[in-house]
């Protein structure tokens, strides 16, 4: 009793920060620990403490408590786990005979239970030994919480001791320790301690006890906590998995009026019936190991006698095989099941266990007046994909959220981007990249799970081409040689309502000709590719405008030429000089070989040496010089690139057709091309995108035109671009009135994301597919429905809007 | 040997006024009081051991010897509140021995000493090493004289108990023998008020004034009776009462338990800081929490004792968190003056445990082996300026219980002075002149060591 108590009040304060806060936890199901679900129910927590728990409608709220709705969560209690080894790590003490012991001594209250906390347990019993006769005195602690006090939830909790096998035959002890000895302090034979078998343990307990009796009221350290079980009615935790040991200790607990705690039990030579009154609860190891396989393992955990002890009345905790399995500890609760119900086998690790452990005023069941140390669930607790989402040990979270970087998102419906429309799927994120998509998809245990129950996600939305990123407008040419993506500003007061309409990637140019890149718009912009692609125009007088386009690409296709030349040829030259080292190298051995006999043979040598043909060095290809103003044409003429290529009538496409495509031999994209729809057959057939203006559907004479539509029917990819700041914001809109118009959705969709990105073979982004990107936008409702609202926006994996 | 003729030199002396010059006038430097503000070339003048004044301008006595400190800094000397040097060895074998003093021990001829001078360390406390259960008791010691008699200021001031397993205990017993001792001792005390059977008492003095032996060891014929494990089911544990040792054992805790004495305790792991708080509330002792490092995580617990803290050598550290192996900078002056809690230094470097011989006097190297440089790292990382200066001086004072007569320059106090070439917490100053109760102990340019170092073409 004296254990714990006195340092009492040290962090209140931390406490106190939260007194007076009501809170409230609204769930679809709460299980109280000992009983049935409540379903639609809430627990109100103040303080640290539960104040009241039941059905929504049942329960009177004040009206200044903060509310959680925690939507399809489950409640539970706090895990409770039998019985641990987490004082001293299980490292038992020498010395057989330690009643003084306490288990509480060796737990370190600093220690990292993060693991074992996230898997929901919170509460956990701390033996001071497994493996000797009498360790010392159990206790039960929680695992999180500044206070101490308040963590230490019962000290002593037990006297423990071992019988079955462990505690047969403890070690020698050698007086003094075995090292340097001095004159004075010889070593001396080693003592043998007790004991060998199950007689010799059991007199010598009864001797013990006797003599911890007679002893009263004299003080004795070692033999008053023996009393303990007799004065203050301890619990005895009893170790009983030989044979023989529960009846052995059934004796000795009449004789002496205790209270038993049997752990592992053995039935041999004893009946549950006979048990009562000395025995009060029963610690079942769990015996399984989660994911193990291994020969001494049995198959089931010891269902059928935890069926039996419940049935006796006895309550039943559990104890894992090892205290790395305690992180798994509600999963292994879910072995005993069929043979207990579901609500049951969560009484073995909540209420149950605290009834055995003694501490059940406190934890274990959801209760008014219990602290509120409980876990929330994504799921009813045994079901397969339930996972831990928060962990509260007195009413504080314990799981600190955002630490990890996977993601799983569900969704009513998702639109990959590749043709695919998945129902009640989920997008599984990791590192700012799409790790899985589809409706079945890995759950990884510190995934941090999101739900839009009636939501729709799509892919991030592209925009060809804004004017927005380099803090103005890029009204005069900009050199080729400037690199644009490393003149983006940090926060331009676009990015944010941009990104805000699900736009996830951007293109940004000079007026032609001028280079692109390509960037996302969160607050210090990411670079994609830069450049992305090449801008020329073909405006005004198309015979100057011609000219002046085939003379620029005459130039860059020289440039680009002469590169080629030299890469072609490098390989080659390396490679005859690699043989002509070679050659050498081989010349100077053979003479080095040679070399002995030189002196037997001098002027012979000499002759031979002069006979010698020294061959001739491989001459290096000529090197162009680098011009970076012409750099980006190498990656033109490779079609690594397109150009982009300005256009309004149909004779300005067939001209850019004719030089680009037929001349030139690039990856050609139109940009503007009202036209386009005139020519949709040859545009097809040539593979030429087109990037379209803001007014897709034009009135044209007395007809209408829907310009994507037609783009579609025809066959042509398309993207579209706002050429706006801020307008930007309002391309998904635009697209959404050509699909009003007629344009299917779906066409608009990949338009807005997939066929842009492919028209700038933009490989990492467009579609919700696994490696790409983590850009993607949670819609309200189909998109394009006007009533559709952007809920949130991710690019790269983090959150830019919600 | 040596140590045979320090006792009967203990024995013989107990005269203190032969230490120290008549009259003693330090001028012109900028004397840094601890107690006060700094005085720009101020004038301290020291009579007959003593501190007289300290001041501007004040008249200097003309018998004084003038030493000139103009361009300098004068401030008091400076305190190690625990030090485990200094002694033939670190730690005693037997893990209960709060019987022995370090007295016995300390070997004034040790480099430990001649260091300290040149560092301007003038008062130690030599407290046993953190490796026995209850180490032997603790004392105060001047880092200056020939033999242990001049040295000594106060012994038996404490005792160490050490929270770090010892043997092959694990912690829960290592607080259990803890625990068992206390007990057993405070059960003597009450018994022994209750009978008011006037015992006679044997106690650490008498056995040191008999020159019992060169060393602990040979005290130590069998007196670890209370190590001797006990039998299960034979509880019998009679065989103490008779056992002369378990006697002594209990005389010296009896000191600590009426709070006569400081119980140093010593903290290893985080968890070890909640359980000596609890030793001291339980059995309302004087404790001084020694740190270590890994103990920054219980800082909480440890502002709220109210316990004065020691911290150990290592003052920065970089830990990595174990999921997401983020490394992260702890800096504990920093750390532990957020928190409310002011610290003193040791610069004791730890021993591991089980190291039972060895003195623990390596020559000291750059950086935390030196009491300045643990309060200039306090300084770099935000601690005040003053502050910093009296966590070496005035404040171990303090917590040893000297304030009365050291740590600051005030009149009356004991004169242990220090003149620096510049700013004490700065790298590249010295100390020029060490003063231990107004003897000059230690003079820069009469510093063979330093000189052969600083010897241009030194080999």
């Given at each position: 009793?004296?254990?714990?108590?006195?340092?009492?009040?040290?962090?209140?304060?931390?406490?106190?920060?939260?007194?007076?806060?009501?809170?409230?936890?609204?769930?679809?199901?709460?299980?109280?620990?000992?009983?049935?679900?409540?379903?639609?129910?809430?627990?109100?927590?103040?303080?640290?403490?539960?104040?009241?728990?039941?059905?929504?409608?049942?329960?009177?709220?004040?009206?200044?408590?903060?509310?959680?709705?925690?939507?399809?969560?489950?409640?539970?209690?706090?895990?409770?786990?039998?019985?641990?080894?987490?004082?001293?790590?299980?490292?038992?003490?020498?010395?057989?005979?330690?009643?003084?012991?306490?288990?509480?001594?060796?737990?370190?209250?600093?220690?990292?239970?993060?693991?074992?906390?996230?898997?929901?347990?919170?509460?956990?019993?701390?033996?001071?030994?497994?493996?000797?006769?009498?360790?010392?005195?159990?206790?039960?602690?929680?695992?999180?919480?500044?206070?101490?006090?308040?963590?230490?939830?019962?000290?002593?909790?037990?006297?423990?001791?071992?019988?079955?096998?462990?505690?047969?035959?403890?070690?020698?002890?050698?007086?003094?320790?075995?090292?340097?000895?001095?004159?004075?302090?010889?070593?001396?034979?080693?003592?043998?301690?007790?004991?060998?078998?199950?007689?010799?343990?059991?007199?010598?307990?009864?001797?013990?006890?006797?003599?911890?009796?007679?002893?009263?009221?004299?003080?004795?350290?070692?033999?008053?906590?023996?009393?303990?079980?007799?004065?203050?009615?301890?619990?005895?935790?009893?170790?009983?998995?030989?044979?023989?040991?529960?009846?052995?200790?059934?004796?000795?607990?009449?004789?002496?009026?205790?209270?038993?705690?049997?752990?592992?039990?053995?039935?041999?030579?004893?009946?549950?019936?006979?048990?009562?009154?000395?025995?009060?609860?029963?610690?079942?190891?769990?015996?399984?190991?989660?994911?193990?396989?291994?020969?001494?393992?049995?198959?089931?955990?010891?269902?059928?006698?935890?069926?039996?002890?419940?049935?006796?009345?006895?309550?039943?905790?559990?104890?894992?095989?090892?205290?790395?399995?305690?992180?798994?500890?509600?999963?292994?609760?879910?072995?005993?099941?069929?043979?207990?119900?579901?609500?049951?086998?969560?009484?073995?690790?909540?209420?149950?266990?605290?009834?055995?452990?003694?501490?059940?005023?406190?934890?274990?069941?959801?209760?008014?007046?219990?602290?509120?140390?409980?876990?929330?669930?994504?799921?009813?607790?045994?079901?397969?994909?339930?996972?831990?989402?928060?962990?509260?040990?007195?009413?504080?979270?314990?799981?600190?959220?955002?630490?990890?970087?996977?993601?799983?998102?569900?969704?009513?419906?998702?639109?990959?981007?590749?043709?695919?429309?998945?129902?009640?799927?989920?997008?599984?994120?990791?590192?700012?990249?799409?790790?899985?998509?589809?409706?079945?998809?890995?759950?990884?245990?510190?995934?941090?799970?999101?739900?839009?129950?009636?939501?729709?996600?799509?892919?991030?939305?592209?925009?060809?081409?804004?004017?927005?990123?380099?803090?103005?407008?890029?009204?005069?040419?900009?050199?080729?040689?400037?690199?644009?993506?490393?003149?983006?500003?940090?926060?331009?007061?676009?990015?944010?309502?941009?990104?805000?309409?699900?736009?996830?990637?951007?293109?940004?140019?000079?007026?032609?000709?001028?280079?692109?890149?390509?960037?996302?718009?969160?607050?210090?912009?990411?670079?994609?590719?830069?450049?992305?692609?090449?801008?020329?125009?073909?405006?005004?007088?198309?015979?100057?405008?011609?000219?002046?386009?085939?003379?620029?690409?005459?130039?860059?296709?020289?440039?680009?030429?002469?590169?080629?030349?030299?890469?072609?040829?490098?390989?080659?030259?390396?490679?005859?000089?690699?043989?002509?080292?070679?050659?050498?190298?081989?010349?100077?051995?053979?003479?080095?070989?040679?070399?002995?006999?030189?002196?037997?043979?001098?002027?012979?040598?000499?002759?031979?040496?002069?006979?010698?043909?020294?061959?001739?060095?491989?001459?290096?290809?000529?090197?162009?010089?680098?011009?970076?103003?012409?750099?980006?044409?190498?990656?033109?003429?490779?079609?690594?690139?397109?150009?982009?290529?300005?256009?309004?009538?149909?004779?300005?496409?067939?001209?850019?057709?004719?030089?680009?495509?037929?001349?030139?031999?690039?990856?050609?994209?139109?940009?503007?091309?009202?036209?386009?729809p005139?020519?949709?057959?040859?545009?097809?057939?040539?593979?030429?995108?087109?990037?379209l203006?803001?007014q897709l559907v034009r009135a044209s004479?007395?007809d209408e035109i829907n310009v994507p539509m037609e783009l579609s029917l025809?066959?042509?990819?398309f993207?579209?671009?706002?050429?706006?700041?801020?307008?930007?914001?309002?391309?998904?809109?635009?697209v959404?009135y050509a699909v009003h118009r007629g344009l299917a959705?779906?066409d608009g969709?990949?338009?807005?994301?997939?066929?842009?990105?492919?028209?700038?073979?933009?490989?990492?982004?467009?579609?919700?597919?696994?490696?790409?990107?983590?850009?993607?936008?949670?819609?309200?409702?189909?998109?394009?429905?006007?009533?559709?609202?952007?809920?949130?926006?991710?690019?790269?994996?983090?959150?830019?809007?919600? | 040997?040596?140590?045979?003729?320090?006792?009967?030199?203990?024995?013989?002396?107990?005269?203190?006024?032969?230490?120290?010059?008549?009259?003693?006038?330090?001028?012109?430097?900028?004397?840094?009081?601890?107690?006060?503000?700094?005085?720009?070339?101020?004038?301290?003048?020291?009579?007959?051991?003593?501190?007289?004044?300290?001041?501007?301008?004040?008249?200097?006595?003309?018998?004084?010897?003038?030493?000139?400190?103009?361009?300098?800094?004068?401030?008091?000397?400076?305190?190690?509140?625990?030090?485990?040097?200094?002694?033939?060895?670190?730690?005693?074998?037997?893990?209960?021995?709060?019987?022995?003093?370090?007295?016995?021990?300390?070997?004034?001829?040790?480099?430990?000493?001649?260091?300290?001078?040149?560092?301007?360390?003038?008062?130690?406390?030599?407290?046993?090493?953190?490796?026995?259960?209850?180490?032997?008791?603790?004392?105060?010691?001047?880092?200056?004289?020939?033999?242990?008699?001049?040295?000594?200021?106060?012994?038996?001031?404490?005792?160490?108990?050490?929270?770090?397993?010892?043997?092959?205990?694990?912690?829960?017993?290592?607080?259990?023998?803890?625990?068992?001792?206390?007990?057993?001792?405070?059960?003597?005390?009450?018994?022994?008020?209750?009978?008011?059977?006037?015992?006679?008492?044997?106690?650490?003095?008498?056995?040191?004034?008999?020159?019992?032996?060169?060393?602990?060891?040979?005290?130590?014929?069998?007196?670890?009776?209370?190590?001797?494990?006990?039998?299960?089911?034979?509880?019998?544990?009679?065989?103490?009462?008779?056992?002369?040792?378990?006697?002594?054992?209990?005389?010296?805790?009896?000191?600590?338990?009426?709070?006569?004495?400081?119980?140093?305790?010593?903290?290893?792991?985080?968890?070890?800081?909640?359980?000596?708080?609890?030793?001291?509330?339980?059995?309302?002792?004087?404790?001084?929490?020694?740190?270590?490092?890994?103990?920054?995580?219980?800082?909480?617990?440890?502002?709220?004792?109210?316990?004065?803290?020691?911290?150990?050598?290592?003052?920065?550290?970089?830990?990595?968190?174990?999921?997401?192996?983020?490394?992260?900078?702890?800096?504990?002056?920093?750390?532990?003056?957020?928190?409310?809690?002011?610290?003193?230094?040791?610069?004791?470097?730890?021993?591991?445990?089980?190291?039972?011989?060895?003195?623990?006097?390596?020559?000291?190297?750059?950086?935390?082996?030196?009491?300045?440089?643990?309060?200039?790292?306090?300084?770099?990382?935000?601690?005040?300026?003053?502050?910093?200066?009296?966590?070496?001086?005035?404040?171990?004072?303090?917590?040893?219980?000297?304030?009365?007569?050291?740590?600051?320059?005030?009149?009356?106090?004991?004169?242990?002075?220090?003149?620096?070439?510049?700013?004490?917490?700065?790298?590249?100053?010295?100390?020029?002149?060490?003063?231990?109760?107004?003897?000059?102990?230690?003079?820069?340019?009469?510093?063979?060591?330093?000189?052969?170092?600083?010897?241009?073409?030194?080999?």
């Amino acid at each position: 009793m004296r254990v714990a108590c006195t340092f009492a009040a040290l962090l209140s304060f931390a406490a106190s920060l939260l007194a007076g806060e009501v809170r409230v936890y609204h769930a679809a199901q709460i299980w109280p620990g000992n009983g049935p679900p409540l379903t639609d129910a809430v627990l109100v927590v103040e303080d640290g403490k539960i104040i009241a728990v039941g059905k929504a409608s049942e329960v009177s709220i004040p009206e200044t408590a903060l509310r959680h709705n925690l939507g399809k969560a489950v409640i539970i209690p706090g895990l409770i786990a039998g019985e641990t080894g987490l004082a001293e790590g299980g490292r038992d003490d020498a010395v057989a005979f330690t009643p003084h012991h306490r288990a509480v001594d060796g737990f370190d209250w600093y220690g990292d239970y993060a693991a074992v906390l996230a898997g929901g347990v919170t509460t956990v019993q701390v033996s001071p030994g497994s493996r000797r006769l009498v360790p010392g005195q159990g206790a039960v602690v929680k695992l999180h919480g500044a206070d101490l006090d308040r963590r230490t939830l019962k000290a002593p909790e037990s006297l423990r001791i071992v019988l079955g096998e462990a505690y047969k035959n403890p070690p020698r002890i050698y007086e003094p320790p075995v090292g340097a000895v001095s004159v004075e302090r010889p070593l001396l034979p080693s003592q043998p301690q007790l004991a060998g078998s199950l007689a010799a343990a059991v007199a010598g307990l009864r001797s013990a006890f006797v003599a911890a009796k007679s002893r009263r009221p004299q003080s004795d350290p070692i033999l008053d906590p023996l009393a303990l079980p007799m004065t203050e009615k301890l619990r005895v935790r009893v170790s009983a998995s030989g044979p023989g040991d529960v009846p052995a200790m059934l004796t000795v607990a009449k004789e002496f009026d205790l209270r038993l705690t049997l752990v592992e039990p053995n039935l041999s030579g004893t009946k549950v019936a006979e048990w009562k009154p000395h025995v009060e609860g029963v610690v079942l190891s769990i015996g399984i190991r989660p994911g193990m396989i291994g020969d001494g393992l049995p198959p089931r955990p010891p269902a059928d006698l935890a069926r039996q002890l419940l049935v006796a009345g006895l309550p039943v905790a559990l104890k894992p095989v090892q205290d790395a399995d305690l992180k798994d500890l509600l999963y292994l609760a879910g072995q005993f099941r069929p043979q207990l119900s579901e609500v049951e086998a969560l009484r073995l690790v909540t209420a149950d266990a605290a009834a055995v452990l003694g501490v059940a005023n406190r934890v274990g069941t959801l209760a008014a007046g219990r602290d509120a140390d409980f876990v929330v669930l994504s799921g009813p607790p045994f079901a397969v994909p339930t996972r831990v989402r928060q962990v509260y040990v007195d009413g504080e979270p314990v799981i600190s959220a955002g630490e990890s970087k996977r993601r799983l998102l569900r969704a009513g419906r998702i639109f990959t981007g590749t043709g695919e429309a998945l129902s009640d799927a989920a997008v599984l994120i990791d590192h700012g990249k799409i790790r899985a998509v589809g409706r079945e998809v890995a759950l990884p245990p510190d995934a941090v799970v999101q739900e839009f129950p009636d939501a729709v996600i799509v892919p991030g939305f592209i925009d060809l081409g804004v004017t927005f990123g380099v803090g103005g407008s890029l009204s005069s040419a900009v050199p080729l040689q400037t690199r644009l993506g490393e003149r983006l500003v940090i926060g331009d007061p676009a990015y944010k309502p941009v990104r805000q309409a699900g736009v996830t990637t951007v293109l940004l140019s000079g007026p032609a000709p001028a280079a692109v890149v390509a960037y996302k718009p969160t607050d210090k912009p990411r670079v994609v590719q830069d450049p992305v692609a090449l801008r020329f125009a073909l405006r005004g007088n198309l015979s100057s405008a011609s000219a002046s386009l085939r003379e620029t690409l005459r130039a860059g296709k020289a440039y680009a030429d002469a590169w080629d030349r030299y890469e072609k040829e490098l390989p080659l030259y390396e490679q005859k000089k690699k043989e002509y080292n070679a050659q050498i190298a081989a010349q100077q051995q053979a003479r080095q070989a040679s070399g002995d006999q030189e002196q037997k043979a001098g002027e012979q040598k000499a002759d031979e040496k002069k006979d010698e043909k020294k061959p001739e060095p491989p001459r290096p290809p000529e090197r162009p010089q680098a011009n970076p103003a012409l750099e980006p044409y190498r990656a033109l003429f490779s079609r690594r690139i397109p150009a982009l290529v300005e256009v309004q009538r149909e004779d300005a496409i067939r001209l850019a057709i004719a030089i680009c495509r037929e001349e030139f031999d690039l990856k050609l994209v139109l940009v503007g091309a009202e036209d386009a729809p005139r020519v949709g057959k040859l545009l097809a057939e040539k593979a030429v995108g087109v990037v379209l203006r803001p007014q897709l559907v034009r009135a044209s004479e007395r007809d209408e035109i829907n310009v994507p539509m037609e783009l579609s029917l025809s066959g042509v990819a398309f993207g579209f671009q706002s050429q706006a700041g801020l307008g930007s914001r309002l391309l998904p809109g635009a697209v959404g009135y050509a699909v009003h118009r007629g344009l299917a959705p779906q066409d608009g969709l990949h338009g807005l994301s997939v066929q842009a990105a492919r028209l700038l073979g933009l490989d990492q982004v467009g579609t919700l597919t696994a490696g790409k990107d983590a850009d993607l936008v949670v819609l309200s409702g189909s998109p394009f429905d006007p009533a559709t609202r952007v809920l949130a926006v991710m690019i790269d994996g983090e959150w830019v809007h919600e | 040997m040596r140590c045979h003729s320090f006792v009967v030199l203990l024995v013989l002396t107990s005269l203190s006024g032969a230490w120290g010059e008549e009259v003693l006038a330090i001028k012109g430097g900028k004397i840094l009081p601890v107690s006060g503000p700094p005085i720009e070339s101020g004038v301290v003048v020291i009579r007959n051991g003593k501190i007289e004044a300290v001041g501007k301008d004040l008249a200097i006595p003309p018998d004084a010897r003038v030493l000139d400190a103009t361009g300098k800094v004068v401030m008091p000397g400076l305190i190690e509140v625990h030090s485990s040097r200094g002694m033939d060895q670190t730690n005693e074998t037997n893990p209960i021995v709060p019987f022995l003093s370090v007295v016995d021990a300390i070997d004034p001829s040790q480099d430990y000493f001649e260091e300290c001078r040149r560092q301007g360390i003038t008062t130690a406390a030599i407290v046993p090493g953190n490796n026995t259960i209850f180490g032997g008791q603790a004392a105060i010691v001047r880092t200056a004289g020939q033999f242990l008699n001049e040295m000594l200021l106060k012994r038996d001031i404490g005792m160490k108990i050490s929270l770090r397993p010892t043997g092959d205990r694990n912690r829960m017993g290592q607080v259990a023998a803890i625990r068992r001792e206390l007990d057993a001792a405070r059960e003597a005390m009450t018994e022994r008020s209750r009978t008011s059977q006037a015992q006679p008492q044997p106690t650490p003095d008498a056995k040191g004034g008999n020159g019992s032996g060169p060393g602990p060891l040979a005290e130590s014929d069998d007196e670890d009776t209370q190590q001797r494990r006990p039998r299960p089911g034979g509880g019998d544990q009679a065989g103490q009462e008779t056992n002369p040792d378990a006697a002594l054992v209990r005389a010296a805790l009896a000191k600590l338990l009426k709070g006569e004495q400081i119980a140093f305790i010593y903290c290893e792991l985080p968890m070890d800081v909640p359980q000596a708080v609890r030793l001291v509330k339980e059995y309302k002792l004087r404790g001084v929490l020694v740190l270590a490092p890994a103990c920054h995580r219980a800082v909480k617990q440890v502002a709220a004792s109210g316990l004065p803290v020691v911290l150990e050598p290592t003052l920065v550290l970089w830990e990595s968190d174990p999921r997401t192996g983020e490394e992260k900078q702890i800096v504990l002056p920093k750390l532990y003056r957020d928190a409310g809690v002011p610290v003193t230094f040791t610069v004791t470097p730890t021993q591991p445990a089980g190291a039972g011989r060895g003195s623990g006097s390596q020559p000291p190297i750059l950086g935390t082996n030196f009491l300045w440089f643990q309060a200039a790292t306090a300084l770099k990382y935000g601690t005040p300026y003053d502050e910093a200066l009296r966590s070496i001086t005035l404040r171990p004072a303090e917590v040893l219980g000297i304030a009365d007569s050291r740590g600051s320059l005030e009149p009356g106090k004991a004169a242990d002075v220090v003149i620096l070439s510049g700013d004490p917490l700065k790298l590249d100053t010295w100390v020029e002149t060490t003063i231990i109760d107004g003897r000059v102990v230690y003079e820069r340019h009469n510093d063979r060591k330093i000189k052969a170092l600083l010897k241009p073409d030194a080999e």
